[in-house]
């Protein structure tokens, strides 16, 4: 079994002063740990505002926050899903984060509108999966 790697922020920007809005965000496989990138570009203006390769990209997603909650939701087309578990991780830590930039965050949780297609992906499935990820 192959151990799971930590997944950290790397760098989120969000709309400061707003209590409701919606980012995306991409995680990336670095030499260490998974890192968390968002902002309010698209997913490949992601990977250009950042700097960042866009082949160790594994996934990516939308956050939204709204009255106190925070949802992971949905999948980038460009670089595909991320899966349940890491974005249970993912809303944990953004909802973290939030919170130190001020937001009063009440609720975090994952809720997919379309399903998860990563693990219908051969290619995007192994590279989760050597990430410790398996669903």
């Not at 996934?59 to 899903?81: H, K």
Request: proline share 1%; hydrophobic share 35%.
């Amino acid at each position: 079994m192959v151990e799971r790697k930590e997944i950290k922020i790397g760098k989120l920007e969000t709309k400061t002063g707003s209590q409701s809005f919606t980012e995306k965000f991409i995680v990336v496989n670095g030499p260490t740990c998974l890192e968390v990138y968002g902002c309010d570009a698209d997913h490949r203006g992601i990977v250009e505002r950042f700097g960042l390769n866009q082949s160790q990209v594994l996934g990516g997603a939308a956050y939204s926050f709204r009255d106190g909650e925070l949802l992971i939701r949905n999948q980038s087309s460009t670089f595909g899903g991320v899966g349940k578990e890491a974005a249970g991780v993912i809303a944990t830590l953004i909802a973290r984060a939030l919170s130190i930039q001020g937001y009063q965050v009440n609720n975090s949780g994952v809720e997919y509108s379309v399903p998860n297609l990563i693990y219908e992906d051969f290619y995007h499935a192994t590279r989760w999966r050597n990430s410790g990820f398996n669903e």
